[in-house]
């Protein structure tokens, strides 16, 4: 099946609002004739100018973390409304750094993924094994795991839409790319398993690898059969650098 690839950039917590604006003037024009969906994820408080700078144009808004309740007393929180407000079309939930740092477990990703479906917003749900956890030999049912927990809350109609992004934690922010072979044998396990969850439409499910995607390594990686597309963090935060990710097909 034909999937369209889809780039997302994840600047985690760098750049400011005149940051933010100054990389969507740059990078806009590089990208308009791009072939697959180009997506930027800025901290909260760029949310809503970069909007803006990406109204009509090709390239799609995303969070980087959502609350999944509607409204209430949750101190330093964003509701999935929040985020439709300032034209979210993605949100990226179950980051390894999230799950680790502030301790989010596959229950609180999947509540995240349903509230952000029932407004409209196709979350982007993060996996991926420690370099313990592959030492070990637990990749594949660690990552299987996740896969189950974190999609439970999917509603089955909507299955298709949702992506998936397999990162493996001791490749983020390393320089240490799981080579196209490792990436695959994880992508093929994971599409097993969507297949399992929801039949014929795990087939449509695109999948992105992410840690250290770079321009030298973004080619070989989309070859692979599974390799749907990327999330990409520190070759993201330069324009030249995440417009040569997003046109790996030139
Ligand atoms: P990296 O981060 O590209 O800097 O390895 C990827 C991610 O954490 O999404």
């Known amino acids: 099946m034909a999937r ?4 997302a950039a994840n600047w985690k917590m760098q750049k400011t609002v005149p940051e933010a604006l100054a990389f969507a003037a740059d990078f806009l024009p ?9 997506v930027l994820a800025p901290p909260a408080t760029a949310l809503h100018a970069l909007g803006q700078a990406l109204a009509g144009s090709n390239v799609a808004l995303a969070a980087q973390n959502v609350n999944p ?17 300032v034209g979210c079309g993605y949100g990226i939930v179950g980051h390894s750094e999230r799950r680790t740092l502030y301790g989010e477990t596959d229950e609180f990703v999947a509540a995240k993924a349903a509230a952000l479906f ?14 313990e956890q592959r030492e070990a030999g ?3 049912s660690f990552v299987g795991g996740q896969i189950a927990g974190s999609l439970a809350r999917i509603p089955s109609e909507r299955a298709a839409e949702v992506v998936v992004a397999y990162e493996p934690i001791w490749a983020i922010g390393t320089g240490k790319t799981a080579t196209p072979e490792m990436a695959q044998e994880v992508h093929a396990a994971i599409r097993g398993r969507l297949g399992e969850l929801f039949g014929a439409d795990g087939e449509a499910i695109r999948i992105q690898y ?10 070989e ?14 070759a993201s935060l330069e324009p030249e650098s995440f417009a040569a990710i997003a046109l790996f097909d030139r």
């Open 118 to 131: 029932a407004r409209d917003i196709v979350p982007i749900v993060c996996v991926g094994e420690s370099l």
């Open 221 to 234: 990686l989309m070859a692979q059969a599974d390799i749907d597309g990327a999330l990409v963090g520190g």
């Open 69 to 85: 309740e509607a409204k209430g007393a949750f101190t330093g929180e964003i509701s999935p409304d929040m985020l439709v407000d």
């Open 30 to 38: 590089r990208v308009k004739d791009a072939q697959a969906d180009v």
């Open 138 to 140: 637990q990749t594949l």
């Open 210 to 219: 992410g840690g250290s995607v770079k321009p030298e390594n973004v080619v």
């Open 4 to 7: 369209r690839p889809i780039l």
